[in-house]
């Protein structure tokens, strides 16, 4: 019976079940498609809007809800018990199995993005896709007035960084491993909005800078990241 359902839903799509499959694992492997990251995105992504419907069907039993975002053009799969924008908290207890651990640097940096693409909306300084530029050294800068901290002593920690955060769709950047890293310049994508909750901000703003300041905030178990709401004991 399922089967024959999935199958009619598919031609409705106009899809195959091998497009339909590809889709929902690069989903559930990445947690965010952006449309404008590569061209197999892109094709995702218009795969996507012929059967959101069904990929919402397929996910809520799950305990997992989608987040699309049409104007910027990007989808993002939440855990069950996730703070999502525009979506009701969930009640039932969950216990994060499909959320992924970020370290106090990457937490550290994400922090500090978040507030300089509010800054940065605020005066307007945003392109049409709705990104920021900002230099590495803005973000170092950030990191030493907000939290008194720097970017990591060694490239590659640096690098492995940036990849992170490029790898959650939170930048783009442009270069390799060639180019000297403090050339570099990030492309603040307006899914950091989404990503670091108000709550989370306003602990940051109303907080006295300190190293510290970082490890309060980051996660201290695999069970919650930025984007979960807190779950009282």
């Known amino acids: 019976m399922i089967e024959q359902a999935l199958e009619e839903a598919l031609a409705q799509c106009r899809l195959t079940r091998g497009e339909f499959s590809e ?51 990007f989808i993002r799969v939440y855990p069950p018990g996730s703070e999502v924008p525009g979506l009701p908290d969930q009640e039932e207890p969950h216990h994060g199995g499909l959320r992924a651990r970020l370290s106090q640097w990457e937490v550290a940096a994400i922090l500090v993005l978040r507030v300089e693409y509010d800054k940065a909306l605020r005066e307007g300084q945003v392109d049409d896709s709705g990104c920021v530029a900002l230099s590495l050294e803005a973000l170092e800068l950030g990191l030493r007035n907000l939290l008194k901290m720097s970017l990591p002593d060694k490239l590659a920690e ?76």
């Open 23 to 73: 889709l929902l694992v690069r989903l559930l492997d990445y947690g965010v498609i952006c449309r404008e990251e590569s061209q197999v995105e892109a094709q995702l992504y218009d795969r996507f809007q012929r059967c959101e419907q069904l990929i919402r069907e397929w996910l809520a039993p799950l305990g997992l809800r989608l987040q699309h975002d049409s104007r910027f053009q």
């Open 158 to 233: 640096r690098k492995s960084l940036l990849k992170k955060l490029r790898q959650l769709r939170l930048v783009q950047f442009a270069g390799d491993d060639a180019e000297p890293l403090a050339e570099t310049w990030l492309r603040v994508r307006p899914t950091i909005a989404h990503f670091v909750t108000e709550s989370t901000l306003q602990q940051l703003l109303e907080t006295e800078p300190t190293r510290e300041t970082a490890a309060r905030i980051t996660p201290e178990s695999e069970d919650h990241s930025l984007f979960v709401a807190t779950e009282s004991e």
